[in-house]
């Protein structure tokens, strides 16, 4: 996770810093505990898959492989792995809209590395930069964003053209809300960070092809589209989450409140089906991880602070009911097994909660 430190003027007076509110304390307290736990035990890694019905297929076996085969949709979950992308943009300048694409395709070992993972990277180089400064994270965001905009279907002859994939590999037909809707987000970031209009302008064609044919008439977000146009229609708690955070950087971008209102109201939508109705826990945490942070960056923009008290009710509900006390691992497979991803996750939480207000806009 990125750091935490803020940077200073050092010729400007600073009043001193109010007190740490105990409750903070305590959520810092149990990320390190969380964090500790993890790191000192290492559970036999499994690999879930997905096949392509709506419902996650698993299996508890060895992961032998790190490359995704035909026939198989997705390394699910624990298969996916934060590995760096080795895919390397030509020399030209950025291809925005309307423009003929010059980047090599992406080699073997890129092209087996999902489009969700790999904006995943880029947005956490972005918020490193924001947070810190570091300008060899904001180079390498620049170039995993060249990479996942390498990856927009140009094939007229597909249903619904347009879009990127859910990984580069030849095999691939999905084309995702959380391939695209974080594209746009990491493009919007390097929008606000350096001026360029050609990022605002990708941005809004990674956010106009999905709010066309992935988000339902109720206003969330469905899973993905494959090349005939069949739409499949599971609705993930980070599926929503990821269109609040690019609306509300769209309202930073351009200062339209209809931005700021379709934020609100996807968040709206997404607390009454989660929340209300009671299928937080349906998800994994590491999705309702990103659900969260999306939510915060929008109270950062409104000061409100429902979203807020849901994420730290859910994350004390994972404390008291999904810990083991013994091990300080956290365990929401009835067989008792863990995932080093549910474990991050899990402190990402309270690391996120732990933050002061101000860092909330650097979240994704």
């Not at 980070?238 to 971008?253: D, T």
């Not at 807020?308 to 956290?330: C, F, I, K, N």
Request: with cysteine; glycine share 8%; net charge positive.
């Amino acid at each position: 996770m990125a750091g935490l430190n803020t940077r200073t003027d050092p010729g400007r007076c600073h009043a001193p810093a109010p007190p740490t509110p105990r409750w903070r304390h305590t959520w810092r307290a149990r990320t390190a505990q969380v964090w500790s736990a993890s790191s000192i035990r290492r559970p036999p890694e499994t690999t879930r898959t997905r096949t392509n019905g709506p419902s996650p297929r698993y299996t508890s076996r060895p992961s032998t492989s790190r490359r995704s085969t035909p026939g198989t949709r997705r390394r699910w979950p624990s298969g996916r792995r934060r590995r760096s992308t080795t895919g390397t943009p030509a020399a030209a300048p950025p291809n925005w809209p309307g423009t003929t694409p010059t980047l090599a395709r992406p080699t073997a070992r890129a092209a087996t590395c999902s489009t969700t993972t790999t904006n995943g990277g880029g947005l956490a180089k972005v918020q490193l930069h924001l947070q810190t400064g570091d300008s060899a994270a904001l180079v390498r965001a620049k170039e995993i964003f060249d990479l996942v905009r390498s990856g927009w279907d140009t094939d007229s002859a597909h249903a619904a053209p347009g879009g990127v994939f859910w990984t580069q590999a030849n095999w691939s037909q999905d084309r995702n809300t959380v391939s695209n809707m974080p594209g746009a987000q990491l493009a919007l970031r390097l929008h606000q960070i350096t001026g360029e209009d050609g990022y605002l302008d990708w941005a809004r064609r990674f956010y106009d092809w999905t709010n066309t044919y992935l988000q339902s008439p109720g206003g969330l977000y469905w899973d993905h589209l494959d090349l005939k146009g069949t739409v499949e229609k599971t609705i993930w708690s980070y599926n929503q989450g990821v269109p609040v955070g690019v609306n509300v950087l769209l309202y930073k971008a351009t200062h339209d409140r209809t931005y700021l209102r379709r934020a609100e109201r996807i968040a709206r939508a997404a607390y009454a089906y989660y929340v209300t109705q009671g299928r937080l826990f349906t998800q994994p945490v590491y999705f309702n991880s990103i659900f969260f942070k999306n939510l915060l960056l929008l109270e950062s923009v409104t000061g409100d602070g429902k979203y807020h008290q849901a994420m730290a009710d859910y994350a004390d509900e994972l404390w008291s009911t999904m810990r083991d006390p013994g091990t300080g691992l956290v365990h929401f497979d009835s067989s008792g097994g863990t995932e080093a991803i549910q474990q991050a996750a899990f402190a990402q939480l309270y690391a996120v909660l732990a933050w002061p207000r101000e860092l909330w806009p650097t979240l994704y």
